[in-house]
């Protein structure tokens, strides 16, 4: 079972980006899933969770931009990006506690 992101790219402030994640291989239930990113000479952070029932969390400094959503179905989280900062750049990372975390997708937005 692997992780596998998409939909990063470069964007201009205020501009917006749909990351997906899909959970490819033989999947049990999937309980949290997240996305992580990891800024050039920064910490990496949580930016956003769901659980299996759909309680939502964000990080405040995403709050009211990001929404993060999911396909039990499909085994698929999405992380919708609006108003996008220039301070939201950097490597996006999927991450399901159960089974690790994706390779990452880069999000650049320019001012």
């Known amino acids: 079972v692997r992780l596998v992101e998409s939909g990063g790219g470069l964007v201009q402030a205020g501009g917006s980006l749909k990351l997906s994640c899909v959970a490819s291989?033989?999947?049990?239930?999937?309980?949290?899933m997240g996305w992580f990113r990891q800024a050039p000479g920064k910490e990496r952070e949580l930016v956003a969770r769901i659980s299996e029932y759909g309680t939502e969390w964000y990080t405040a400094s995403v709050h009211g931009r990001f929404s993060i959503s999911r396909d039990n179905v499909k085994n698929t989280a999405y992380l919708q990006m609006r108003n996008l900062k220039p301070e939201d750049t950097a490597v996006y990372y999927c991450?399901?506690?159960?089974?690790?975390r994706g390779q990452g997708t880069q999000v650049t937005v320019s001012s």
């Open positions: 291989g033989e999947t049990t239930c999937i309980s949290l």
């Open positions: 991450d399901v506690p159960q089974i690790g």
